[in-house]
Nanobody, 123 residues
Framework: QVQLVESGGGLVQAGGSLRLSCAAS????????MAWFRQAPGKEREFVAA????????YYANFVKGRFTISRDNAKNTVYLQMNSLKPEDTAVYYC????????????????WGQGTQVTVSS
């Protein structure tokens, strides 16, 4: 019953920053895990970061290397991805996703997806 809408993508120069938002509407559940994935042209969708809806437990992909931070505002039903020191290889469509139950890095384990927001990093 939950719907997700991403925003905040755009064109940025290498070394710059962007803050992505994922707004959830409809009914949400305390057992949800929220995640960010990304997909570049010709590549498979890959895990970026995840956070539990209530407890706030966080997980990150290795390639983030301390540059990205996931957070959430429960009162606003919104999850954020702060991206700093962006690199051209970060260029991709970024998707917000949700699943009920345990943490997972597999995109096939998530049932609810946003429409995606384009992030383009120029050199």
């Amino acid at each position: 019953q939950v719907q997700l809408v991403e925003s905040g993508g755009g064109l940025v120069q290498a070394g710059g920053s962007l803050r992505l938002s994922c707004a959830a509407s409809g009914r949400t559940f305390s057992e949800f895990y929220m995640a960010w994935f990304r997909q570049a042209p010709g590549k498979e969708r890959e895990f970026v970061a995840a956070i539990s809806w209530i407890g706030g437990t966080k997980y990150y992909a290795n390639f983030v290397k301390g540059r990205f931070t996931i957070s959430r505002d429960n009162a606003k039903n919104t999850v954020y991805l702060q991206m700093n020191s962006l690199k051209p290889e970060d260029t991709a469509v970024y998707y917000c996703a949700a699943r009920r139950g345990a943490y997972s890095v597999g995109p096939d384990r998530y049932d609810t997806w946003g429409q995606g927001t384009q992030v383009t990093v120029s050199s």
